[in-house]
Nanobody, 123 residues
Framework: QVQLVESGGGLVQAGGSLRLSCVAS????????MAWYRQAPGKQRELVALITSSSGGETQYSDSVKGRFTISRDNAENVMYLQMSSLRPDDTAVYLC???????????????WGQGTQVTVTT
């Protein structure tokens, strides 16, 4: 019904930058909050940042990325971004897109996850 597809991951040296994208498609009427999570091998999934659908988009960041990452979205296109700067080796993880409350065209609410995109930061 609703698909989230991430892109933009890759291999980057410490101090570098990457921009991730998450495109939502399917039977979407509206999407409220969208979020980026990450999961490193052997670690729990971690909330990286989230953004609401309100005008200007209210944002929240984990302490570990605050000041280095910027989340944004294009509500009209159902696309969310994560601009990552000053990357560090401990940012290495699979980054996943999440829309926890999507209103579908059938007036039901669902939660959707993407498959993830790998980000690897080398020294």
């Amino acid at each position: 019904q609703v698909q989230l597809v991430e892109s933009g991951g890759g291999l980057v040296q410490a101090g570098g930058s990457l921009r991730l994208s998450c495109v939502a498609s399917g039977n979407i009427r509206s999407i409220n909050t969208m979020a980026w999570y990450r999961q490193a091998p052997g670690k729990q999934r971690e909330l990286v940042a989230l953004i609401t659908s309100s005008s200007g988009g209210e944002t929240q960041y984990s302490d570990s990325v605050k000041g280095r990452f910027t989340i944004s979205r294009d509500n009209a296109e159902n696309v969310m971004y994560l601009q990552m700067s000053s990357l560090r080796p401990d940012d290495t993880a699979v980054y996943l897109c999440n829309a926890p409350r999507v209103l579908t065209t059938t007036w039901s609410y669902i939660s959707s996850w993407g498959q993830g995109t790998q980000v690897t930061v080398t020294t």
